[in-house]
């Protein structure tokens, strides 16, 4: 056997490997449009550089039909790659959104750690329905002036609205139930100009958005409950 036909399949085996990997990062962890916006392709590219790249192109260069403890070299290749996928995959997986919390007028996607930073535990999530990440919102009194300033003063005393885990709350099934939540919809889009106001779809209940990679306005989809659009924070403030 040639090297080359070695390694094309060392790199087939890899490849069908990466597709379940791929399955995962994009239907489980990064659901929709959230493997664009929340780091999903950021931790793609350690998979793909480790499982498509590394070890068959290590094979390549190892390969020689009837050299001396080739089959331990090729053993030690395939532990390496092991253990370097399993380590990539690791990163993405403890990186990943676990909830995706509407707080006044922004959805934030929280990972693990960023919950445990502020000492809560992860596992409390778990009483909320739905699959990860939890759809959520933060619950606060229907009065606008009581709402204005617990969302006010949560700034000031450093305990920010989306980790106010006693104010979580499940996003409703119906789309009546949901419309309300989204408070702020008009506010923002009475601040944001004409070129992005062409561009929301029907149905779209806007808010800001913050991960830890970006920053932008998402419509939110009272039908599906799930983010459909997102719109970086490129668009000038509508003039006052």
Known sequence: MSRWKAGAI???????????????????????????????????????????????????????????????????????????????????????????????????????QELEAFEKDPALLEEFSGRYPKALFTELPEDTVQRDIIALRSQFIGDPLYIQTERYRSIPDSAEEIIPIFTQDENIRALINEELRSQLPMGCLLSNFISALTNGYVCFDPESRRITDFFEFEFERAEE
């Not at 080739?70 to 690791?90: H, P, R």
């Open 10 to 112: 060392h790199f087939s085996i890899s490849l069908a490997i990466f597709l379940v990997l791929l399955a995962i990062i994009l239907l489980v962890w990064y659901p929709g449009i959230l493997f664009n916006i929340d780091g999903g392709w950021e931790g793609l590219q350690i998979i793909i550089g480790v499982d498509l790249v590394l070890g068959p192109l290590l094979t390549l260069i190892v390969f020689k039909s009837g050299k001396p403890k080739l089959k331990f070299d090729l053993s030690c290749i395939a532990t390496v790659q092991a253990f370097c996928l399993a380590a990539g995959m690791w990163i993405v997986y403890e990186e990943r959104p676990i909830a995706l919390v509407l707080a006044y007028d922004t959805i934030y996607s929280l990972a693990q």
